[in-house]
């Protein structure tokens, strides 16, 4: 019996590896093909992306008689290329996107970094876009600064600022004081005035005058004299004008009405003058028509330009003209020209409005440099005291004067006032490590004796002049 089963079994061997040498078709053992084999596509992979655009990729397979057989039953044949397919082409939800961190604002103590923080979107074409922060979410929204340094702090500093008020709360044309302030940026990233000390002394700025008040005054009402009576006998009117003015870099100026607050002053805006004054028969021709108005102006027939006046019909003079006066001198040293408008008779200012009815023609003004117009008022100056030993500074009197009276004024222009104060030995503090020669001129600074102006740039030698002196 065992003789009979061993062949059998051989056999079926054989016909099994044949059978799967040929490739039988799945689900049909012992099967064989029916059909050619050919490359297909059996389905599509997953969509790459949820949204913005993403691509599906083809699962090829072998396919014989409907049914996938093993690839090598293809490999003899070319595999066709199979194309990808889009999906899923719609916008993404947007999002917020960040830059690179930029360096820290500081070397030491406490500073700050920032960064660019923008929402952007995928569109459906796939392409990434910046749009608008209101379509990311306001609460996810990623810092865009940080804190950032070290605890060590940074060295003290010389800085200018301002001492007490100005001297005019607006106008443009105050004047404050500049005095040195010695500060320090703390370990928390404020800045704090520390004491002098801790400041080098060499670095100490002088105290300088700076402009101050830049901002323009609100608008004030202003009520100009009376003109001259209208008649010169038997009761005539007087009248004034009110205007709104603004101060604003340093020249008062008529402005809109609008620009003053508060109600427009009413009272005594027209008087009666020369009630009790007889007329004469000289008065008949002399007597002066009112003209404090533009519509009772006469018709105007010929202009003089060189003198800005304008004749009537009648002969007689316009009662008003334009003049320019010098304005204060500013800050930087420039004066300019204002143009006002004056009565010929008794040189009041009046309002501009009266030359503008008149058909005046109007100067232009001009500007000059403040030096060039001084002459009466001038700075006096006392000589500094001798330098003492000294890491200090010397001061000396500074003062104006009216030449005219020879007495004490203000008036003098503030960019030519003389320094009060002058560093006085400072090399003398300097550490040994710290004191040397910077320049190849130190040996004429020592020559002409300018080390108490000088000294900072030629300590070594400035230390030797004045041990050698002072020994």
């Not at 002088?206 to 038997?234: D, I, N």
């Not at 007087?238 to 402005?255: A, M």
């Not at 009405?257 to 427009?264: K, L, S, V």
Request: charged residues 20%; contains cysteine; positive net charge.
């Amino acid at each position: 019996m065992m003789s009979l089963v061993r062949p059998l079994c051989t056999c079926c061997c054989l016909l099994l590896t044949f059978w799967l040498s040929t490739g039988g078709v799945q689900g049909q053992p012992g099967a064989g093909p029916s059909a050619t084999p050919e490359w297909k596509v059996l389905r599509y992979h997953e969509c790459s992306r949820s949204c913005g655009a993403g691509v599906q990729s083809p699962l090829v397979v072998c396919m014989s008689g409907g049914e996938v057989v093993s690839l090598s039953l293809c490999a003899s044949l070319s595999r066709p290329r199979f194309e990808s397919q889009p999906c899923n082409e719609v916008d993404c939800p947007a999002a917020w996107e960040t830059g690179q961190w930029s360096e820290c604002s500081v070397s030491c103590s406490l500073g700050t970094r920032t960064r660019n923080v923008y929402c952007s979107q995928i569109k459906s074409t796939g392409i990434s876009a910046i749009v608008d922060d209101a379509l990311c979410n306001p609460d996810a929204r990623p810092a865009s600064s940080a804190a950032c340094g070290t605890a060590e702090l940074c060295p003290a500093y010389w800085e200018l600022t301002l001492q007490g008020e100005c001297s005019e709360t607006c106008g443009g044309d105050g004047v404050g004081r500049m005095v040195p302030v010695c500060q320090q940026k703390q370990a928390d990233g404020r800045t704090q005035t520390v004491t002098p000390n801790q400041c080098l002394p060499e670095q100490r700025p002088l105290p300088e005058a700076t402009r101050c008040g830049l901002q323009a005054c609100p608008g004030e009402w202003s009520v100009s004299q009376y003109a001259p009576c209208s008649t010169t006998c038997h009761g005539g009117t007087q009248s004034r004008e009110v205007v709104c003015q603004r101060r604003d870099n340093g020249t008062t100026s008529q402005v809109s009405e609008r620009n003053c607050a508060g109600p427009r002053p009413t009272s005594r805006l027209t008087r009666s003058c020369n009630d009790g004054v007889p007329c004469t028969e000289a008065d008949a021709t002399t007597r002066a028509p009112a003209r404090t108005t533009a519509a009772a102006l006469p018709d105007i027939t010929r202009a003089s330009v060189s003198t800005g006046t304008r004749q009537d019909t009648s002969g007689n003079t316009e009662l008003y003209k334009y003049t320019l006066q010098w304005e204060k001198c500013t800050i930087h040293c420039e004066q300019t020209q204002s143009v006002r408008c004056m009565r010929r008779t008794d040189s009041v200012l009046v309002a501009m409005r009266f030359c503008r009815a008149s058909g005046n023609v109007a100067p232009v003004p001009k500007s000059r440099r403040c030096i060039d117009s001084q002459g009466k008022y001038v700075w006096r100056v006392d000589p500094f005291p001798d330098c003492a030993k000294t890491c200090t500074a010397v001061t000396r009197k500074v003062w104006c004067i009216d030449l005219t009276t020879d007495q004490p004024a203000n008036d003098c222009p503030l960019c030519l006032r003389p320094i009060r104060s002058k560093p006085c030995n400072h090399y003398s503090c300097l550490a040994a490590d710290q004191c040397r020669d910077t320049g190849d001129f130190c040996r004429l600074i020592t020559s002409l004796f300018l080390c108490d102006n000088l000294g900072i740039h030629c300590c070594l030698s400035c230390k030797e002049q004045l041990r050698t002196v002072g020994g």
